[in-house]
């Protein structure tokens, strides 16, 4: 099992900047990956960035590239997504996703609204 706790969401201005972290715990070492996905009303869930586990790579969203930076504290087994200039077609619940052999985990999502 894998408990994922997502913060730093809120609300900005556009052009304004936030840093979500995303807290793993549990058995960490069986994820594969771990990625931020994000869902705006009315619309499908989709992934944001992601950062492979095996071979480090690292893939964004064409939206967000250039703007958005995934990282993450190996020794404090968290995820971070750094962004910036942010626009108000940001807005959106942002989760945090570890896929986990068979499995995925999701973490509560926390909200991201940015205004014009």
């Known amino acids: 099992q894998v408990q994922l706790v997502e913060s730093g969401g809120g609300s900005v201005q556009s052009g304004g900047s936030l840093r979500l972290s995303c807290a793993a715990s549990?058995?960490?070492?069986?994820?594969?990956?771990m990625a931020w996905y994000r869902q705006a009303p009315g619309k499908e869930r989709e992934l944001v960035a992601i950062?492979?586990?095996?071979?480090?790579?690292?893939n964004y969203a064409d939206s967000v590239k250039g703007r958005f930076t995934i990282s993450r504290d190996n020794t404090k087994n968290t995820l971070y997504l750094q962004m910036n200039n942010l626009k108000p077609e940001d807005t959106a619940v942002y989760y945090c996703?570890?896929?986990?052999?068979?499995?995925?985990?999701w973490g509560q999502g926390t909200q991201v609204t940015v205004s014009s």
């Open positions: 549990g058995d960490t070492r069986g994820i594969s990956a």
């Open positions: 996703n570890a896929p986990y052999f068979t499995r995925e985990f």
């Open positions: 950062w492979f586990n095996g071979n480090g790579r690292i």
